[in-house]
C-alpha cells in the first residue's frame, strides 16, 4: 500500500508507505502552523505551493509517552475499572434484586449506557492525544467537562485510598497465631463482647443458662461481635458523631502513608513504570480469587449460598428500583466520567483499534463481577450454615463486607490467618491499581494544561509529590476517631452516582450534539480503519443521556439524608459540606460555559460558533485530510489486508 503526499518545499510527489507512516506520532513542536503545538479549525488554506519555509525550530521538550506495547494500556484499564465495587457490590445488588433475573437489566444498560460511553472516553483520549481537559478542545466552549472530571476524580482519589489503608491494617494483623478480631479478650473489647451467635436455638428455646453462663436470650440479644467491636472500636475507634473528631489513629495513619507512598512510586515516572506494575497489582487478584473460589466451594454450605446468589425471582423485573441499582452500577464499576479512561487512552498509538479494546474491558469488568459473585457466595452460604442463620442475615455490600463479614467468616476456617491474610492481599491490590491509574488520570490532565515551553525536568516527580501530599494533608481528617463520617460524606456526595451520571450525560450531548455523532464516528474510522457498529452512535446521540437522564432524576427525587448505620444523622452543615463536594464538580460545566460565552465578542452565533471550533494538535495534521473518503469506511472489516485505508496527509 502506498500514498502520496506533497512536499511543501517544492511541490514535489513523494511516496510514501502506510506501513511506514503506522504507530508514528508527531509531537506538537513539529512547525505545523500552530499556538503552542495546537492548529485551530483544521485543514490548510490556498491552492498554489508556499515558498520553502525555514526549518522549523523544535522545542526542547519531549513528545508525548505512548504504552510500550498495547498489552500495557489492556492492563492499565482493567486495573483501573476492575476495583473493589466489582467484589463487594455487584454480587450483593445481584442478590438483592433477583439473583440471575439481575443480569437481565445489568447488560442491557451495559450495551445502552455503560459500553457506549466507556469507548467514548478512550477514542476521545486516543483522538485528541490529551488528558481529561485538554481532550475537551474538541469543543472548548465546554472545557468545564474537564475541570468537573478533575475535580471528580481528586475527591476519588482523596477518600478511595482510607480503603486501601484499612485492608493494609487488616492485612498486617492477618499474620498472628490467633487473629485479633476473633476473640474478646482485647482492651478494645468491651463488656458485652460475645464471641459466638446461636440466635435460632435462643428462638427454639434449646438454650440454657449452663451454654453461656449466667447470660439470657435477652443479653445474647444485645451482645456485641468481637468483629465489629474490632471494626469500631480499634480500627475506626470512632467517636459520636461527625461533631466529634477526636484523635488521631495512629497505626492507621502509618498504613495510610506507606500506600501512598506506594502509589507515589508507581507512578512517578508515567505510564512507562504504570504499564509494567499493573501486570501484577491486576492479574493477581484473579489468582487469589480462583483460589478462595476453591476453597468456598469446598465448604459446608457453600452450594446453598451459590444458590441463594443465583436463584432468579422474575417479578423483581417490575421494579424500577432494579434498574436503578442496574445502571448505578454499570457506570461506577466501568470508573466513567473521571477523565482516567481518556487519559490511558492518550497514551496509545493514533491507529490502535479502541473499539475492541474497549468491547474486551467491558467484557472483563463485568465478567470479573459475575465472577465475584461465587466466591463472596459461597463464603457467605458457609458463614450462614455455621451460625445457623439465613443468608440474608449474613449477605452485607461495601466496607461491611470487606471489614465485617469476610473477617468473620475465616475465623470459622481452619488456619484462618493464611485465609485472611490472601483475602486482604486482593483486596489491597485490587484498589492499588485503581489508586494509582485514578492518580496518573489526574496528573495527566493537569499537566497538558502546561504548554511544552514550559517543561522543566522533574516537572511530573514533583506534580505526583505535590498532589500525593495534598491528598494525604486531607486523609488525616479520616484517621481521627470522626473519619468514618469525614469518609462517608466524600463518598456520598462527591463521587456519587449523581455527580457521574452528570458527567455521563453532558459527554455524550457534547459529542455527538455539538461536536457531531457522524463527525467523530468518521474520526474514528480514521483511527481504527473501519466503522464502528451504529448503535454506538445511536446511544451517543440519545438512549444514553436517556439513561443518564433517567437515573440522574430518580436519585434526586429519592434523595435521602446521609446517616451511618441508619441511627446516626448528619447535622445540617455536614450535609450542606457534602453539597459543596457534589456541586463543586457538577457546577464546573455551565460556569464554564457562560464564562467563555461572555468573555467572547459578537453575536451570540459568532460566539458559539467561534468556541465550539476544535483546537487540533500536530499529530491531526499529519493523519487527517478534509478530503479523506472516510463514508466508504462503512464497510469495511478489521484486520483484513486489503481493507487499509489510505490518508492522504495535508498540504501545509
Not at 487527517?624 to 495535508?650: G, H, Y
Amino acid at each position: 500500500m502506498e500514498k502520496i503526499a506533497l512536499n511543501s518545499g517544492d511541490c514535489s510527489v513523494n511516496v510514501i508507505h502506510s506501513e511506514e507512516k503506522k504507530g508514528l506520532l508527531v509531537s506538537n513542536g513539529n512547525g505545523h502552523s500552530s499556538a503552542n503545538g495546537a492548529v485551530v479549525g483544521g485543514g490548510a488554506t490556498g491552492g498554489g505551493c508556499a515558498p520553502a519555509a525555514p526549518p522549523p525550530v523544535r522545542a526542547s521538550y519531549p513528545e508525548r509517552e505512548t504504552w510500550t506495547r498495547q498489552m500495557d494500556f489492556i492492563m492499565s484499564c482493567v486495573g483501573f475499572a476492575v476495583g473493589l465495587g466489582n467484589v463487594w457490590r455487584f454480587p450483593y445488588l445481584c442478590y438483592k434484586n433477583g439473583g440471575g433475573v439481575f443480569l437481565i437489566p445489568y447488560i442491557i444498560i451495559g450495551l445502552l449506557g455503560g459500553i457506549p460511553i466507556f469507548f467514548l472516553e478512550i477514542a476521545l483520549g486516543q483522538f485528541m492525544k490529551a488528558g481529561g481537559i485538554n481532550v475537551w478542545n474538541i469543543a472548548p466552549l465546554f472545557k468545564g467537562l474537564g475541570y468537573s472530571s478533575m475535580v471528580i476524580v481528586f475527591f476519588c482519589n482523596t477518600y478511595y485510598i482510607m480503603v486501601l489503608a484499612w485492608g493494609f491494617y487488616y492485612f498486617i494483623k492477618s499474620f498472628s497465631a490467633t487473629l485479633p478480631w476473633a476473640t474478646c479478650k482485647n482492651p478494645w473489647n468491651s463488656v458485652d463482647c460475645i464471641e459466638f451467635f446461636r440466635h435460632d436455638e435462643c428462638h427454639n428455646g434449646t438454650i440454657g443458662n449452663a451454654t453461656f453462663g449466667n447470660m439470657t436470650c435477652e443479653e445474647l440479644a444485645n451482645g456485641r461481635s468481637p468483629i465489629i467491636e474490632f471494626w469500631e472500636n480499634k480500627v475506626l475507634n470512632i467517636s459520636e458523631g461527625l461533631e466529634y473528631p477526636g484523635v488521631m489513629n495512629w497505626e492507621v495513619t502509618l498504613c495510610l502513608l506507606a500506600t501512598w507512598v506506594i502509589v507515589y512510586f508507581c507512578v512517578w515516572k508515567g505510564v512507562k513504570s504504570t504499564g509494567k506494575i499493573v501486570y501484577f497489582t491486576a492479574t493477581f487478584p484473579y489468582v487469589v480469587l480462583i483460589i478462595l473460589l476453591i476453597r468456598g466451594v469446598t465448604l459446608p454450605g457453600a452450594y446453598e449460598g451459590i444458590l441463594y446468589y443465583l436463584r432468579p425471582d422474575w417479578s423483581k423485573l417490575t421494579s424500577a428500583q432494579v434498574w436503578i441499582d442496574a445502571g448505578t452500577q454499570i457506570f461506577f464499576s466501568y470508573a466513567i466520567g473521571l477523565g482516567a479512561l481518556t487519559a490511558l487512552g492518550s497514551y496509545n498509538r493514533f491507529n490502535n483499534d479502541c473499539y475492541k479494546d474497549a468491547l474486551l474491558l467491558a467484557l472483563i469488568n463485568s465478567g470479573t463481577s459475575f465472577f465475584a459473585g461465587f466466591v463472596v457466595f459461597s463464603i457467605l452460604g458457609f458463614m450462614a450454615a455455621e451460625q445457623g442463620v439465613h443468608i440474608s442475615q449474613v449477605a452485607e455490600s461495601g466496607p461491611g463486607l470487606a471489614f465485617i463479614a469476610y473477617p468473620k467468616a475465616v475465623t470459622l476456617m481452619p488456619v484462618s490467618p493464611l485465609w485472611a491474610a490472601l483475602f486482604f492481599f486482593m483486596l489491597l491490590l485490587l484498589g492499588l491499581d485503581s489508586q494509582f491509574v485514578g492518580v496518573e488520570g489526574f496528573i495527566t490532565g493537569i499537566l497538558d494544561l502546561y504548554p511544552g515551553k514550559y517543561y522543566q525536568r522533574y516537572r511530573r516527580e514533583i506534580a505526583v509529590a505535590v498532589c500525593c501530599t495534598l491528598c494525604f494533608i486531607i486523609d488525616l481528617s479520616m484517621v481521627t476517631q470522626g473519619g468514618m463520617y469525614v469518609f462517608q460524606l466524600f463518598d456520598y456526595y462527591s463521587a456519587s452516582g449523581m455527580t457521574l451520571l452528570w458527567q455521563a450525560f453532558w459527554e455524550c450531548v457534547v459529542v455527538a450534539w455539538v461536536y457531531g455523532a457522524d463527525r467523530f464516528m468518521d474520526d474514528i474510522a480514521r483511527m481504527i480503519g473501519y466503522q464502528p457498529f451504529p448503535w454506538i452512535k445511536w446511544c451517543w446521540s440519545v438512549i444514553t443521556p436517556l439513561v443518564c437522564m433517567g437515573i440522574f432524576f430518580f436519585h434526586l427525587v429519592n434523595y435521602k439524608p446521609l446517616t451511618y448505620n441508619n441511627t446516626y444523622v448528619y447535622p445540617w452543615w455536614g450535609e450542606a459540606v457534602g453539597w459543596v463536594l457534589a456541586l463543586s464538580s457538577m457546577l464546573c460545566i455551565p460556569t464554564t460555559v457562560v464564562y467563555k460565552l461572555f468573555r467572547a465578542k459578537g453575536t451570540f452565533r459568532e460566539r458559539w460558533d467561534h468556541l465550539t471550533k476544535p483546537v487540533w494538535g500536530g499529530h491531526h495534521l499529519e493523519y487527517m485530510s478534509e478530503d479523506t473518503d472516510i463514508k466508504s469506511l462503512a464497510s469495511l472489516t478489521p484486520n483484513l489486508e486489503d481493507n487499509k485505508v489510505i490518508l492522504f496527509e495535508s498540504v501545509m
